[in-house]
Protein backbone atom coordinates (compact mmCIF):
# COMPACT_ATOMS: atom_id res chain seq x y z
CA UNK A 1 0.00 0.00 0.00
CA UNK A 2 1.23 2.93 -1.24
CA UNK A 3 2.09 6.48 1.45
CA UNK A 4 2.54 9.78 0.52
CA UNK A 5 5.88 11.43 2.04
CA UNK A 6 8.06 14.84 1.03
CA UNK A 7 11.70 14.60 0.17
CA UNK A 8 13.79 17.35 -0.33
CA UNK A 9 18.00 17.57 -0.49
CA UNK A 10 20.43 18.88 1.73
CA UNK A 11 20.29 22.29 0.57
CA UNK A 12 16.35 22.46 1.25
CA UNK A 13 15.59 24.60 -1.73
CA UNK A 14 12.88 22.17 -3.37
CA UNK A 15 10.00 19.72 -1.73
CA UNK A 16 8.63 16.80 -3.97
CA UNK A 17 5.94 14.75 -2.76
CA UNK A 18 6.35 11.10 -3.85
CA UNK A 19 3.78 8.45 -3.12
CA UNK A 20 5.72 5.15 -2.65
CA UNK A 21 4.93 1.82 -1.76
CA UNK A 22 9.19 1.03 -0.63
CA UNK A 23 12.12 2.49 0.16
CA UNK A 24 13.18 1.22 -3.29
CA UNK A 25 10.68 3.13 -5.08
CA UNK A 26 10.75 5.79 -3.00
CA UNK A 27 14.39 6.71 -3.13
CA UNK A 28 14.52 6.08 -7.18
CA UNK A 29 11.47 8.09 -7.65
CA UNK A 30 13.17 11.09 -5.55
CA UNK A 31 16.09 10.71 -7.22
CA UNK A 32 14.57 11.20 -10.73
CA UNK A 33 12.41 14.38 -9.64
CA UNK A 34 15.46 15.37 -7.42
CA UNK A 35 17.38 15.57 -10.87
CA UNK A 36 20.60 13.50 -8.45
CA UNK A 37 22.92 12.46 -11.88
CA UNK A 38 24.04 9.91 -9.41
CA UNK A 39 22.95 5.98 -8.85
CA UNK A 40 20.74 5.69 -6.30
CA UNK A 41 22.86 2.72 -4.83
CA UNK A 42 24.76 5.73 -4.01
CA UNK A 43 22.00 7.61 -2.05
CA UNK A 44 21.15 7.38 1.27
CA UNK A 45 17.67 8.48 2.73
CA UNK A 46 17.09 10.25 6.44
CA UNK A 47 14.60 11.56 8.04
CA UNK A 48 14.67 15.15 8.52
CA UNK A 49 13.81 15.40 11.98
CA UNK A 50 16.84 13.99 13.92
CA UNK A 51 18.63 12.30 11.09
CA UNK A 52 17.77 8.69 10.86
CA UNK A 53 18.99 6.73 8.21
CA UNK A 54 16.26 4.12 6.58
CA UNK A 55 17.77 1.27 5.27
CA UNK A 56 15.00 -1.16 5.02
CA UNK A 57 11.26 -1.00 4.35
CA UNK A 58 10.32 -2.52 7.95
CA UNK A 59 11.39 0.59 9.34
CA UNK A 60 9.71 3.09 6.28
CA UNK A 61 6.80 1.42 7.40
CA UNK A 62 6.53 3.00 11.22
CA UNK A 63 6.94 6.03 9.62
CA UNK A 64 3.59 8.41 9.26
CA UNK A 65 2.60 9.90 5.85
CA UNK A 66 4.13 12.69 5.06
CA UNK A 67 7.17 12.42 6.25
CA UNK A 68 10.05 14.86 4.93
CA UNK A 69 13.11 12.95 4.21
CA UNK A 70 16.33 14.06 3.40
CA UNK A 71 18.44 12.29 0.21
CA UNK A 72 21.77 12.60 0.27
CA UNK A 73 24.39 11.83 -2.24
CA UNK A 74 27.49 9.31 -0.33
CA UNK A 75 29.49 12.14 0.33
CA UNK A 76 26.88 15.11 1.99
CA UNK A 77 26.58 15.15 5.27
CA UNK A 78 23.00 15.21 7.13
CA UNK A 79 21.62 18.20 9.15
CA UNK A 80 18.49 17.88 10.80
CA UNK A 81 15.91 20.27 11.01
CA UNK A 82 17.12 21.70 14.76
CA UNK A 83 20.54 22.36 12.83
CA UNK A 84 19.13 23.71 9.62
CA UNK A 85 17.15 26.25 11.63
CA UNK A 86 20.09 27.00 14.24
CA UNK A 87 22.09 27.84 11.29
CA UNK A 88 19.42 30.14 9.24
CA UNK A 89 19.32 31.98 12.97
CA UNK A 90 22.84 32.44 13.88
CA UNK A 91 24.11 33.16 9.90
CA UNK A 92 22.82 36.90 10.31
CA UNK A 93 23.12 37.77 13.84
CA UNK A 94 26.38 36.89 15.09
CA UNK A 95 26.37 39.18 17.48
CA UNK A 96 23.24 37.98 19.35
CA UNK A 97 24.81 34.45 19.90
CA UNK A 98 27.91 32.98 20.77
CA UNK A 99 29.88 32.15 17.58
CA UNK A 100 32.05 28.86 17.57
CA UNK A 101 32.19 25.62 18.95
CA UNK A 102 30.95 26.98 22.28
CA UNK A 103 27.09 27.95 21.07
CA UNK A 104 26.92 24.29 19.18
CA UNK A 105 27.27 22.16 22.15
CA UNK A 106 25.23 24.56 24.35
CA UNK A 107 22.50 23.25 21.98
CA UNK A 108 23.17 19.34 21.62
CA UNK A 109 22.09 18.48 24.94
CA UNK A 110 19.07 18.86 26.81
CA UNK A 111 17.34 21.01 23.78
CA UNK A 112 14.22 21.52 25.52
CA UNK A 113 15.55 22.75 28.50
CA UNK A 114 17.62 25.08 27.27
CA UNK A 115 15.79 26.27 24.73
CA UNK A 116 14.24 28.88 26.28
CA UNK A 117 17.89 30.45 27.26
CA UNK A 118 18.70 30.14 23.78
CA UNK A 119 15.72 32.17 22.84
CA UNK A 120 17.24 34.75 24.81
CA UNK A 121 20.37 34.88 23.04
CA UNK A 122 18.64 35.60 19.78
CA UNK A 123 16.02 37.75 20.99
CA UNK A 124 18.34 40.43 21.83
CA UNK A 125 16.11 42.22 19.37
CA UNK A 126 14.59 45.37 18.54
CA UNK A 127 11.95 46.04 20.23
CA UNK A 128 11.32 49.74 18.61
CA UNK A 129 10.41 46.95 15.71
CA UNK A 130 7.55 44.90 17.18
CA UNK A 131 4.91 46.93 15.92
CA UNK A 132 6.40 47.80 12.42
CA UNK A 133 4.45 45.81 9.71
CA UNK A 134 5.00 47.04 5.89
CA UNK A 135 8.29 44.83 4.50
CA UNK A 136 9.50 48.40 3.85
CA UNK A 137 9.74 49.22 7.64
CA UNK A 138 11.48 46.09 8.75
CA UNK A 139 13.25 44.39 5.86
CA UNK A 140 14.87 42.03 7.68
CA UNK A 141 12.52 40.36 9.66
CA UNK A 142 11.28 39.41 5.92
CA UNK A 143 14.62 37.75 4.81
CA UNK A 144 13.46 34.23 3.47
CA UNK A 145 10.28 35.19 2.75
CA UNK A 146 8.24 35.20 -0.85
CA UNK A 147 8.48 38.66 -2.00
CA UNK A 148 4.69 38.34 -2.12
CA UNK A 149 4.69 38.62 1.81
CA UNK A 150 4.68 42.44 2.08
CA UNK A 151 3.04 42.71 5.91
CA UNK A 152 4.23 40.27 8.94
CA UNK A 153 0.20 40.17 9.64
CA UNK A 154 0.09 38.99 6.01
CA UNK A 155 3.02 36.00 6.17
CA UNK A 156 1.75 34.73 9.79
CA UNK A 157 -1.57 34.45 8.00
CA UNK A 158 0.20 32.48 5.63
CA UNK A 159 2.37 30.49 8.03
CA UNK A 160 -1.40 29.23 9.48
CA UNK A 161 -2.59 27.97 6.35
CA UNK A 162 0.17 25.87 5.58
CA UNK A 163 -0.33 24.06 9.04
CA UNK A 164 -4.31 23.93 7.96
CA UNK A 165 -3.11 22.34 4.67
CA UNK A 166 -0.59 19.91 6.43
CA UNK A 167 -3.55 18.66 8.49
CA UNK A 168 -6.02 18.46 5.43
CA UNK A 169 -3.23 16.27 3.26
CA UNK A 170 -2.23 13.89 6.31
CA UNK A 171 -6.04 13.22 6.19
CA UNK A 172 -6.98 13.02 2.72
CA UNK A 173 -2.89 10.21 2.27
CA UNK A 174 -4.84 8.08 5.27
CA UNK A 175 -8.07 7.47 3.97
CA UNK A 176 -7.23 7.15 0.21
CA UNK A 177 -4.34 4.79 1.58
CA UNK A 178 -6.94 2.54 3.55
CA UNK A 179 -8.48 -0.64 2.43
CA UNK A 180 -11.80 0.66 2.06
CA UNK A 181 -11.09 2.93 -0.20
CA UNK A 182 -8.93 0.85 -2.80
CA UNK A 183 -10.59 -2.37 -2.73
CA UNK A 184 -14.18 -1.37 -2.01
CA UNK A 185 -16.90 -2.88 -4.58
CA UNK A 186 -17.95 -0.69 -7.83
CA UNK A 187 -16.00 2.12 -5.84
CA UNK A 188 -18.44 3.17 -3.24
CA UNK A 189 -16.19 3.10 -0.72
CA UNK A 190 -13.81 5.19 -2.74
CA UNK A 191 -16.90 8.00 -3.46
CA UNK A 192 -18.14 8.21 -0.13
CA UNK A 193 -14.09 9.19 1.15
CA UNK A 194 -13.63 11.39 -2.14
CA UNK A 195 -16.93 13.08 -1.18
CA UNK A 196 -15.80 13.39 2.71
CA UNK A 197 -12.47 14.93 1.55
CA UNK A 198 -14.38 17.57 -0.92
CA UNK A 199 -16.89 18.51 2.03
CA UNK A 200 -14.26 19.23 4.27
CA UNK A 201 -12.07 21.21 2.12
CA UNK A 202 -14.99 23.30 1.44
CA UNK A 203 -15.51 24.18 4.63
CA UNK A 204 -11.65 24.90 5.22
CA UNK A 205 -12.12 26.83 2.60
CA UNK A 206 -15.37 29.21 3.22
CA UNK A 207 -13.18 29.59 6.77
CA UNK A 208 -10.78 30.68 4.89
CA UNK A 209 -7.90 28.04 6.21
CA UNK A 210 -8.90 29.77 9.88
CA UNK A 211 -6.18 32.24 8.83
CA UNK A 212 -6.50 34.59 11.65
CA UNK A 213 -4.81 32.52 14.61
CA UNK A 214 -1.82 34.05 14.22
CA UNK A 215 -2.99 37.53 12.78
CA UNK A 216 -2.20 40.10 15.48
CA UNK A 217 -4.60 42.63 14.08
CA UNK A 218 -7.87 39.82 13.79
CA UNK A 219 -10.42 40.50 15.87
CA UNK A 220 -9.58 39.38 19.35
CA UNK A 221 -11.62 36.36 19.50
CA UNK A 222 -10.71 35.35 16.35
CA UNK A 223 -6.40 35.42 17.05
CA UNK A 224 -3.78 33.36 19.65
CA UNK A 225 -2.01 36.17 20.17
CA UNK A 226 -2.60 39.80 21.74
CA UNK A 227 -2.67 42.99 19.53
CA UNK A 228 1.30 42.91 20.02
CA UNK A 229 1.71 39.17 18.82
CA UNK A 230 2.91 37.71 21.94
CA UNK A 231 1.74 33.73 21.78
CA UNK A 232 1.45 32.57 24.96
CA UNK A 233 2.33 28.30 25.42
CA UNK A 234 -1.38 26.50 25.70
CA UNK A 235 0.67 23.55 28.26
CA UNK A 236 0.48 20.02 27.72
CA UNK A 237 -2.63 18.14 26.26
CA UNK A 238 -3.43 16.97 29.40
CA UNK A 239 -3.41 20.45 31.70
CA UNK A 240 -5.51 23.35 31.58
CA UNK A 241 -2.03 25.79 30.95
CA UNK A 242 1.16 26.08 30.81
CA UNK A 243 3.65 24.66 34.00
CA UNK A 244 6.28 27.69 32.44
CA UNK A 245 4.46 30.42 32.99
CA UNK A 246 5.71 33.60 32.10
CA UNK A 247 8.29 31.63 30.19
CA UNK A 248 6.81 29.49 27.45
CA UNK A 249 6.15 33.15 25.35
CA UNK A 250 7.01 34.49 21.96
CA UNK A 251 6.58 37.39 19.65
CA UNK A 252 7.42 36.01 16.26
CA UNK A 253 6.85 39.90 15.52
CA UNK A 254 9.61 40.86 16.95
CA UNK A 255 12.55 39.26 14.75
CA UNK A 256 13.47 37.51 11.99
CA UNK A 257 14.86 34.89 14.71
CA UNK A 258 11.69 34.68 16.81
CA UNK A 259 9.83 34.53 13.82
CA UNK A 260 11.64 31.16 12.81
CA UNK A 261 11.63 29.65 15.94
CA UNK A 262 7.99 29.94 16.16
CA UNK A 263 8.04 27.09 13.62
CA UNK A 264 9.22 25.10 16.43
CA UNK A 265 5.91 25.66 18.49
CA UNK A 266 3.07 23.33 17.56
CA UNK A 267 -0.75 23.17 17.31
CA UNK A 268 -1.49 19.96 19.25
CA UNK A 269 -4.60 18.27 18.59
CA UNK A 270 -5.72 17.08 22.21
CA UNK A 271 -7.40 14.14 20.24
CA UNK A 272 -5.37 13.48 18.34
CA UNK A 273 -5.46 13.00 14.01
CA UNK A 274 -3.61 10.05 13.21
CA UNK A 275 -4.38 7.94 16.67
CA UNK A 276 -7.67 8.79 17.06
CA UNK A 277 -9.54 11.30 14.67
CA UNK A 278 -8.98 9.28 11.16
CA UNK A 279 -9.43 5.93 12.76
CA UNK A 280 -12.86 7.07 13.62
CA UNK A 281 -13.79 8.54 10.35
CA UNK A 282 -12.82 5.51 8.35
CA UNK A 283 -15.14 3.66 11.18
CA UNK A 284 -18.01 6.16 10.19
CA UNK A 285 -17.14 5.52 6.71
CA UNK A 286 -17.33 1.81 6.67
CA UNK A 287 -20.42 1.79 8.66
CA UNK A 288 -21.82 4.04 5.65
CA UNK A 289 -20.43 1.63 3.33
CA UNK A 290 -22.33 -1.37 5.04
CA UNK A 291 -25.40 0.14 5.82
CA UNK A 292 -25.19 -0.25 9.32
CA UNK A 293 -25.05 3.37 10.87
CA UNK A 294 -25.98 4.38 14.83
CA UNK A 295 -27.22 8.51 14.58
CA UNK A 296 -25.89 10.50 17.05
CA UNK A 297 -28.74 12.47 17.57
CA UNK A 298 -31.59 10.28 17.47
CA UNK A 299 -29.46 7.24 18.81
CA UNK A 300 -31.60 4.69 16.03
CA UNK A 301 -29.86 2.68 13.73
CA UNK A 302 -29.98 3.30 10.57
CA UNK A 303 -29.18 1.11 7.03
CA UNK A 304 -28.88 4.87 5.42
CA UNK A 305 -27.67 8.23 6.05
CA UNK A 306 -24.72 10.98 6.31
CA UNK A 307 -21.54 11.74 7.90
CA UNK A 308 -21.63 14.87 10.19
CA UNK A 309 -18.40 16.39 8.23
CA UNK A 310 -18.74 19.50 10.75
CA UNK A 311 -17.39 17.90 13.49
CA UNK A 312 -14.72 16.65 12.35
CA UNK A 313 -13.72 19.01 11.01
CA UNK A 314 -14.13 21.25 14.42
CA UNK A 315 -11.63 18.60 15.69
CA UNK A 316 -9.13 18.40 12.65
CA UNK A 317 -9.14 22.39 12.27
CA UNK A 318 -10.04 24.75 15.02
CA UNK A 319 -9.09 25.42 18.91
CA UNK A 320 -12.09 23.07 19.92
CA UNK A 321 -9.33 20.58 19.42
CA UNK A 322 -6.32 22.68 18.95
CA UNK A 323 -4.14 24.84 21.34
CA UNK A 324 -0.80 26.06 21.16
CA UNK A 325 2.15 24.81 22.75
CA UNK A 326 5.86 25.50 23.02
CA UNK A 327 8.08 22.74 21.95
CA UNK A 328 8.71 21.19 25.80
CA UNK A 329 4.84 21.04 26.28
CA UNK A 330 4.38 19.36 22.98
CA UNK A 331 3.36 15.13 24.44
CA UNK A 332 4.29 12.89 21.44
CA UNK A 333 2.76 9.62 23.28
CA UNK A 334 -0.85 8.48 23.41
CA UNK A 335 -3.00 10.98 24.17
CA UNK A 336 -6.60 9.90 26.31
CA UNK A 337 -8.93 11.73 24.26
CA UNK A 338 -11.22 10.01 21.93
CA UNK A 339 -12.87 11.12 18.95
CA UNK A 340 -16.32 9.75 18.07
CA UNK A 341 -18.12 7.91 14.75
CA UNK A 342 -20.40 11.25 13.59
CA UNK A 343 -23.27 9.53 11.32
CA UNK A 344 -27.01 10.93 10.96
CA UNK A 345 -30.22 9.04 9.68
CA UNK A 346 -31.71 10.81 6.91
CA UNK A 347 -34.70 12.08 9.22
CA UNK A 348 -31.83 14.25 11.36
CA UNK A 349 -29.82 15.16 8.65
CA UNK A 350 -30.25 19.08 8.03
CA UNK A 351 -27.28 20.00 5.84
CA UNK A 352 -24.65 19.47 3.46
CA UNK A 353 -22.47 16.10 3.69
CA UNK A 354 -22.04 12.69 2.28
CA UNK A 355 -25.08 10.55 1.79
CA UNK A 356 -24.83 7.00 1.13
CA UNK A 357 -26.57 5.45 -1.81
Not at 61 to 85: C, G, H, R, S, W
Request: hydrophobic residues 30%; proline residues 2%.
Amino acid sequence: MKKGYKVTDVRREKKIGIAAENLQELVEKSCKKLGFNVSCAECRLCVAEDGTQVDDDDYLATLPPQTLFILLKNKEAMVTDFDYYYELIRSPKKDYIDTGAAAKEFLTTNIKEKFKVFQKYIAAADDARTMLSERTQDPEWFEGLEPSEKTKEQSMSKRVKERMRGYYYKTKSALQSSEVYIHSKNGRGKKLIDQFLTDLRNILESRKYNDTYFNRKANETARMCDEKGVFQCGGLWSNDKCLYEGEHIINPYRSREERIIFQTWNLDHNIELSRSIIPKILQAIDGLYNGDIKCILCDKDSKVGVLEADRYFLQIFTRENLKLVHIVCHYKGKHDSDSGVYTLCKKCFTGQSIEYK
